[in-house]
């Protein structure tokens, strides 16, 4: 049972504007309930007790939502990126890279993800690293797109052809063992780079890839949903809806 994660919250979301002028992404509310607080929810539900968030844009309106949850008795750490308007997401991995010890997972802050994608994340152990992945008919340009030998991933990218796409990253990884100090490392070789800033985290999974310690388990048939343009907004709230009415 992995007890750890990291949520990365730190963007604005400029493409959902105007809805995140004055907020964050994270804290849209969907169903009466922020982004960032359904994420931690299930998470916790699902056996994480152990939460790194890091923040960036509007960090103190986060900070006050994750106050409210570490009420309700949840270990939160907030870790604020100071480079959020200038660094992807790699940047704020970097930020957290010393928390990547023993096992974790991350989780992209516009990632709303149901209980069963977290017990399938929790009870596979085949590799050090573990992307979870849904499968479609076809896949668009701003799919983060996996190439696939079997359930080993081969290379992940926006730019992937589809003729080299079999599935796309839901945003959802597990480390296990060796996975996260390779995954660590290979943050810190990056981040050294000139366009180290430049790059989302998942270039590192794509790095890692020929070493053949990097695989992927299907969630495909499992509700998520990924809040990044308008259009997402309403997906995710119908998604939300249907949780909360059967919790009752």
Known sequence: MIDKVIILSAGQGSRLLPLTAERPKCLIDFS?????????????????????????FMTDMVETELDHLRQAGLNITVHFNPFFKVADNLGSCWIVRDIMQGDFMILNGDTLISSDIIATAQNTENWPITVTVDIKDHYDSDDMKVSLDGDRLTAIGKTLTAEESDAESIGFLAFRGEGGGLFREKVR??????????????????ALAPSEKVGT????????????????????????????SASG
């Open 32 to 56: 009466d309930k922020s982004l960032i607080r359904w994420q931690i929810e299930m998470l916790a539900a699902g056996g994480v007790s152990e939460f790194h968030v890091v923040t960036g």
């Open 189 to 206: 070789e990056i981040m050294r780079t000139p366009a180290g800033v430049e790059n989302w985290y998942l270039k590192i999974i794509d």
């Open 217 to 244: 388990v299907s969630i495909a048939g499992s509700d998520w949903a990924e809040v990044d343009f308008l259009n997402d907004v309403e997906t995710a709230a119908a998604l939300t809806a249907k949780w909360k």
